[in-house]
């Protein structure tokens, strides 16, 4: 599952919470595709206005604006956010420990 990015307190986002929100947003975008790239675009918008952008994406929010506009058909926009999260965050570990192999020969 995505941890919640965190963010310093001098207000600035580390590495990490910058990797793991673009993470969240590529997801989105994927999950989004399945609409068609025009009412991809309109959902997009409608996001930016509530004020979920690629440099401030929450999961539970993203989740409760979709809920607003989609009603119960935005868990099957989540579930494939989830789904995608899930992969990458696979693919990560997989490639961390290929590396972690390639070190300790």
Known sequence: MMKRA????DGDMNDEARRRMMMVWNAL???LSIL???SMQAVVH?????GISM????????EHVLYSLFGDGAS???REIY?????????????????????NR
């Open 55 to 62: 440099n401030n994406v929450d999961l539970k929010e993203l």
């Open 29 to 31: 975008q994927g999950a």
């Open 83 to 103: 789904k995608r999260l899930d992969e990458e965050e696979r693919i990560e570990q997989d490639a961390s420990v290929k590396s972690a192999i390639r070190l």
């Open 76 to 78: 099957v926009i989540m």
């Open 6 to 9: 965190r963010v310093t307190q």
């Open 36 to 38: 068609g790239e025009s």
């Open 46 to 50: 409608h996001l930016v206005r509530r």
